[in-house]
């Protein structure tokens, strides 16, 4: 290389240098300014009921995990309440399904209360009211070696879960924001047509051997469930947010949600496939977990090992298939929508009116944001 190509790239580098400071010089000035224009900005309305919302669903999320991390997750000392010694033989049927399983199980609840308490403590921070269920904790604990005889929020003993979350993001062809009245099939039919637990109820669940089994894997299918239902309310409720703050805490908090349910969707395949399905619970041989890799099932809608969404028509059917989060339409999903997908599935059962009038009005209201144009004077 010549002199002058030294003399050139030393030139280069000096002036990128500079240019380069100056970016970062105003990149930090521009942080600074829309930090104040935030501060200055404050929250709407809608944005408070939209972060009240999302408190009162972590908290119930929380409540109902860290019955499941009782019962089937590490014991240690990061959750409150444990260690109990847990439920050895829930915890040993649960880890067929994944030797991480108590692990996992663990690491989300942890999530949920994390994601509860920020969001108090967020609101606290901005005036606004933080969401307190604490005197609807009523509902009895589960009687098995393991549980803490506490008040709780949820219900895991007498479920109906839906189970269509597995064939909806296996679906090519349909969409529920572009197809709202399309039903998709269940992956576990006897899972929504009946009512069952999902932890065991006393110790007498621990035997046989395939009914304590059949309960970890209607706890492996509300996990999905669970998890499926806030991957899609954080990016609905984020088109309704004004404050950029409050919408970077949802982008930020809502792919969590994201990362669970796809664990969960990996491991429910674990309980529908050889060499643990198909299975027949011996003590109510209503609930059947089929082998969804055989016929009459089979195929992409079912096949256990497709975990990914697979691409489907998204905004209209003019554009190519994309692979996305479903549903996420402020029009046909929501809030109040959530609520009612946590009531139908037995989450609720034996609450009081003052409960579900209350998760109402924080629903309708989250529902009723609306994002606002801020116009500089």
């Not at 006393?202 to 059949?214: E, W």
């Not at 088109?239 to 969707?265: A, D, K």
């Not at 990914?308 to 929501?334: D, H, K």
Request: charged share 20%; proline share 7%; aromatic share 8%.
């Amino acid at each position: 290389m010549t002199d002058g190509h030294h003399a050139d790239r030393r030139s280069f580098l000096k002036t990128g240098a500079i240019a380069g400071t100056a970016l970062v010089a105003g990149a930090t000035a521009m942080a600074q300014q829309v930090a104040a224009a935030d501060d200055d900005r404050g929250l709407t309305k809608g944005d408070i009921a939209i972060l009240r919302l999302l408190a009162a669903v972590e908290l119930i999320e929380s409540d109902l995990w860290l019955q499941y991390a009782e019962l089937g997750g590490v014991q240690d000392s990061e959750l409150p309440g444990l260690p109990t010694g847990g439920n050895t033989n829930y915890t040993t049927k649960l880890k067929l399904l994944d030797n991480d399983m108590d692990q996992y199980i663990h690491d989300n609840t942890e999530d949920e209360i994390t994601h509860a308490a920020f969001l108090n403590a967020f609101l606290v921070s901005k005036g606004a009211d933080p969401v307190d269920l604490d005197k609807f904790r009523t509902l009895p604990s589960s009687k098995a070696t393991g549980a803490n005889q506490i008040g709780r929020l949820t219900n895991l003993m007498k479920l109906t879960v839906d189970t269509s979350w597995w064939t909806r993001y296996r679906s090519r062809d349909n969409n529920p924001d572009l197809d709202p009245l399309f039903v998709f099939p269940q992956a576990v039919p006897s899972l929504f047509a009946g009512t069952f637990p999902a932890i065991p109820r006393t110790d007498a669940d621990d035997g046989p051997s395939d009914h304590i089994q059949a309960i970890a894997n209607t706890a492996a299918f509300h996990f999905g469930f669970i998890e499926q239902g806030g991957n899609s309310l954080y990016p609905t409720l984020a088109q309704r947010v004004t404050n950029p703050v409050v919408l970077r805490i949802l982008l930020s908090i809502g792919p969590t949600e994201t990362m669970h349910f796809q664990t969960w969707h990996d491991k429910a395949g674990n309980a529908v496939s050889d060499p643990l399905a198909p299975l027949t619970d011996p003590k109510n041989p209503a609930l059947v977990f089929p082998n969804l890799n055989l016929s009459p099932f089979g195929g992409e809608d079912f096949q256990t090992n497709l975990i990914m969404p697979e691409p489907c028509p998204f905004l209209s059917r003019t554009f190519p298939r994309c692979s996305i989060i479903r549903p996420t339409s402020i029009e046909t999903f929501g809030a109040q929508a959530t609520i009612k997908a946590f009531k139908d599935d037995g989450l609720f059962i034996g609450q009081s009116k003052e409960f579900f009038n209350k998760l109402h009005d924080l629903a309708k209201d989250a529902d009723e944001a609306t994002r606002k144009c801020h116009r500089e004077d």
